[in-house]
């Protein structure tokens, strides 16, 4: 295809401005999806994705369009929206010469949008902005056009009005693409080169790879090259999706489109890395490419334990279809077998887990999850912990947490709250600016841990719904946490150590042990239950004794009774955990971690 006719772009959005459902009116204009198979957006295939309405992975369709009697090719890359997965968002871009900035014409501008924004523009792209959901009747389209056009330059009138519901406006805007959007550009003769952008793995057909091709071309059957790696790679199949997967003759320059190469995992085929052909290798690669770095840990274990075996296999599978995803095996007192997993986020740690639910049949707990500390002893050794019951005891020098730089876009008169919550998280002012004269942009750096559990359901809550964030990883620093322990009749139960800091290790300990005081059974001695920072206790709680004497209902009953009785509180017992001398049901665990 000569590039003169090819236009790359992505619909980048906050969540919920009505992307995939844009997307999908595109495809249907066009008649790339026929009717009768147009089923709410079409690009999501995941059913966790249709059915929480997110995008998760992204995907590419080439779709025509004739403007003044020529065909163009539009390649349309969606991208997914949420904050975990930004990295796969930028590499989308990276595919692209233009962007689609699309605002909720009832909402306006949120953090995400500029986030997205900023990010495009890093990336040079030529941006397109289009106010959606214009059919609503709360849609103010004058007043965010003007927002638009101060943000990004431009006249408010020149701002494209559409809606992806109805459908008005979706023709121009494809117009305007063809228009606006420059062709790409390449060196057709030059060793190719062409960027992952995205890897999916599919059961029968194995690793799927989208790529954009920058410089030279990619055939069929040829052997290629993964730049990070020099692993070469017979070429199976190359082709385009329109949306099916279409086999094609090659990709040249500016093409986007698929390669299958038989392998079974996607850590072979890695976003963001640079395809070459092995018998004329390109010897500069398209950079930018980063392994993607977990943020969030947590343990995953199976409610019954002779499911470890089925969670072990399932998360070998789950693996190969997620690159971002890292797992080991972890042994829990409190709660046996089971794995420690890294997550990019919360949302990637609830689908993860609802999806080994679902496909696997398994029923999981997993223990309160926390950050990745750096933590460095006297002796100068540095230990990295992703499980708090694995805090060092030796003397500690200093302990270094992740941390982050974050932007809450909310109406002017939460400014005052915001801050107040920001600050009560350790947070530091970074710089605020308006964004209209009712709407600010408020931005801070604060510790990832503070941010990444409620904050958001917080931040939300004391700005009436209105206030958005985004944010983004900004290094580490130096911090005064602990490790603060809680102990049943003396001994530790690994799964509720927690670091938290200082300041709040008082909280989390009078938390703890009067949530395990009301969860767990009398016994027959009493429990002393403790919260301790090392060997320092900061809270303490206990359970009174009571003598269960399960044979004195039947006194003088049969004998066999008393045996059946018997035999049904050995069958309670299996479901008891010992920490100690004290029996604790699983279910009183799983009831504590299980947050309110
Ligand atoms: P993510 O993929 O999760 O980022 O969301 P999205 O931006 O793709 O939003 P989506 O297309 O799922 O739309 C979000 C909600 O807005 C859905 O309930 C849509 O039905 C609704 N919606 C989308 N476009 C329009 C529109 O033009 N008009 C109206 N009234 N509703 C719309």
Redesign the pocket.
């Given at each position: 295809t000569d590039p003169a006719i090819i236009r790359n772009f992505c619909i980048i959005?906050h969540?919920?401005?009505?992307?995939?459902?844009?997307a999908d009116r595109m495809l249907q204009l066009t008649g790339v999806v026929k009717q009768r198979d147009m089923k709410a957006?079409y690009l999501?295939r995941m059913d966790i994705e249709r059915e929480r309405?997110?995008?998760i992975k992204s995907q590419a369709v080439r779709i025509p369009w004739e403007v003044d009697g020529t065909a163009y090719c539009l390649n349309m890359i969606d991208t997914p929206?949420?904050v975990d997965f930004t990295y796969e968002v930028s590499r989308s871009l990276a595919a692209c010469e233009g962007a689609i900035l699309l605002v909720d014409a009832a909402q306006g501008i949120e953090a995400q949008t500029l986030a997205n924004l900023y990010l495009a523009m890093e990336n040079n792209l030529t941006i397109i902005p289009v106010l959606?959901?214009i059919?609503?009747p709360a849609a103010q389209p004058e007043k965010y056009a003007l927002e638009l056009a101060n943000l990004i330059g431009g006249k408010p009138e020149d701002v494209l009005r559409v809606?992806?519901?109805?459908g008005m406006g979706v023709e121009e805007l494809l117009d305007l693409i063809v228009r606006e959007l420059p062709p790409p550009v390449g060196d057709p003769n030059a060793p190719a080169r062409a960027m992952i952008f995205d890897s999916v793995y599919d059961t029968y057909r194995g690793v799927v790879t989208y790529v954009r091709v920058i410089d030279g071309s990619l055939g069929p059957r040829e052997k290629i090259q993964m730049m990070s790696t020099r692993a070469t790679h017979e070429l199976l199949e190359i082709g385009v999706s329109s949306p099916e997967p279409t086999p094609s003759k090659g990709l040249g320059v500016g093409e986007v489109g698929y390669l299958i190469t038989g392998v079974k995992d996607v850590r072979q085929s890695k976003v963001g890395d640079t395809v070459t052909t092995f018998h004329k290798p390109a010897t500069e690669s398209l950079g930018g490419y980063q392994d993607a770095k977990p943020m969030v840990f947590s343990g995953l274990y199976p409610m019954d334990g002779a499911d470890y075996p089925v969670l072990r296999d399932a998360l070998e599978k789950l693996m190969l279809n997620d690159a971002a995803l890292i797992y080991e095996p972890e042994t829990s007192a409190a709660l046996g077998f089971g794995f420690r997993v890294g997550f990019l986020g919360l949302l990637h740690l609830e689908i993860t887990r609802e999806r080994l639910e679902r496909e696997h049949n398994l029923d999981l707990i997993s223990t309160a999850p926390n950050v990745e500390y750096e933590v460095t002893l006297e002796d100068k050794k540095v230990v990295h912990v992703t499980n708090p019951s694995e805090y060092p005891s030796g003397k500690i020098a200093e302990v270094r947490e992740p941390m982050v730089s974050a932007t809450v876009l909310a109406p002017s008169e939460f400014v005052g709250a915001i801050m107040e919550l920001c600050q009560s998280r350790r947070g530091i002012l970074g710089g605020m600016d308006y964004l209209s004269e009712d709407r600010v942009e408020i931005r801070y750096r604060l510790p990832l841990a503070e941010i990444v559990f409620d904050f958001f359901d917080i931040l939300k809550s004391k700005t009436r719904g209105y206030g958005s964030l985004d944010w983004k990883a900004d290094g580490e620093q130096v911090a005064d946490l602990v490790k603060v322990d809680i102990l049943l009749q003396g001994e530790q139960v690994d799964a509720f150590s927690a670091i938290t800091h200082r300041d709040k290790a008082y909280a989390y300990g009078v938390m703890m042990t009067g949530k395990l005081r009301e969860l767990i059974p009398r016994q027959q001695f009493e429990v002393p239950i403790q919260a301790a920072i090392g060997a320092r206790i900061i809270a303490r709680e206990s359970i009174r004794a009571i003598r269960k004497d399960v044979l004195a209902k039947c006194y003088g009953g049969d004998i066999s009774r008393k045996r059946k009785l018997l035999e049904k509180q050995k069958e309670g017992k299996k479901r008891m955990k010992m920490v100690g001398r004290v029996e604790v049901p699983q279910e009183a665990f799983i009831a504590a971690l299980t947050t309110d």
């Amino acid at each position: 295809t000569d590039p003169a006719i090819i236009r790359n772009f992505c619909i980048i959005a906050h969540i919920d401005h009505g992307k995939s459902t844009l997307a999908d009116r595109m495809l249907q204009l066009t008649g790339v999806v026929k009717q009768r198979d147009m089923k709410a957006q079409y690009l999501d295939r995941m059913d966790i994705e249709r059915e929480r309405g997110i995008t998760i992975k992204s995907q590419a369709v080439r779709i025509p369009w004739e403007v003044d009697g020529t065909a163009y090719c539009l390649n349309m890359i969606d991208t997914p929206g949420h904050v975990d997965f930004t990295y796969e968002v930028s590499r989308s871009l990276a595919a692209c010469e233009g962007a689609i900035l699309l605002v909720d014409a009832a909402q306006g501008i949120e953090a995400q949008t500029l986030a997205n924004l900023y990010l495009a523009m890093e990336n040079n792209l030529t941006i397109i902005p289009v106010l959606n959901k214009i059919d609503l009747p709360a849609a103010q389209p004058e007043k965010y056009a003007l927002e638009l056009a101060n943000l990004i330059g431009g006249k408010p009138e020149d701002v494209l009005r559409v809606s992806g519901k109805t459908g008005m406006g979706v023709e121009e805007l494809l117009d305007l693409i063809v228009r606006e959007l420059p062709p790409p550009v390449g060196d057709p003769n030059a060793p190719a080169r062409a960027m992952i952008f995205d890897s999916v793995y599919d059961t029968y057909r194995g690793v799927v790879t989208y790529v954009r091709v920058i410089d030279g071309s990619l055939g069929p059957r040829e052997k290629i090259q993964m730049m990070s790696t020099r692993a070469t790679h017979e070429l199976l199949e190359i082709g385009v999706s329109s949306p099916e997967p279409t086999p094609s003759k090659g990709l040249g320059v500016g093409e986007v489109g698929y390669l299958i190469t038989g392998v079974k995992d996607v850590r072979q085929s890695k976003v963001g890395d640079t395809v070459t052909t092995f018998h004329k290798p390109a010897t500069e690669s398209l950079g930018g490419y980063q392994d993607a770095k977990p943020m969030v840990f947590s343990g995953l274990y199976p409610m019954d334990g002779a499911d470890y075996p089925v969670l072990r296999d399932a998360l070998e599978k789950l693996m190969l279809n997620d690159a971002a995803l890292i797992y080991e095996p972890e042994t829990s007192a409190a709660l046996g077998f089971g794995f420690r997993v890294g997550f990019l986020g919360l949302l990637h740690l609830e689908i993860t887990r609802e999806r080994l639910e679902r496909e696997h049949n398994l029923d999981l707990i997993s223990t309160a999850p926390n950050v990745e500390y750096e933590v460095t002893l006297e002796d100068k050794k540095v230990v990295h912990v992703t499980n708090p019951s694995e805090y060092p005891s030796g003397k500690i020098a200093e302990v270094r947490e992740p941390m982050v730089s974050a932007t809450v876009l909310a109406p002017s008169e939460f400014v005052g709250a915001i801050m107040e919550l920001c600050q009560s998280r350790r947070g530091i002012l970074g710089g605020m600016d308006y964004l209209s004269e009712d709407r600010v942009e408020i931005r801070y750096r604060l510790p990832l841990a503070e941010i990444v559990f409620d904050f958001f359901d917080i931040l939300k809550s004391k700005t009436r719904g209105y206030g958005s964030l985004d944010w983004k990883a900004d290094g580490e620093q130096v911090a005064d946490l602990v490790k603060v322990d809680i102990l049943l009749q003396g001994e530790q139960v690994d799964a509720f150590s927690a670091i938290t800091h200082r300041d709040k290790a008082y909280a989390y300990g009078v938390m703890m042990t009067g949530k395990l005081r009301e969860l767990i059974p009398r016994q027959q001695f009493e429990v002393p239950i403790q919260a301790a920072i090392g060997a320092r206790i900061i809270a303490r709680e206990s359970i009174r004794a009571i003598r269960k004497d399960v044979l004195a209902k039947c006194y003088g009953g049969d004998i066999s009774r008393k045996r059946k009785l018997l035999e049904k509180q050995k069958e309670g017992k299996k479901r008891m955990k010992m920490v100690g001398r004290v029996e604790v049901p699983q279910e009183a665990f799983i009831a504590a971690l299980t947050t309110d």
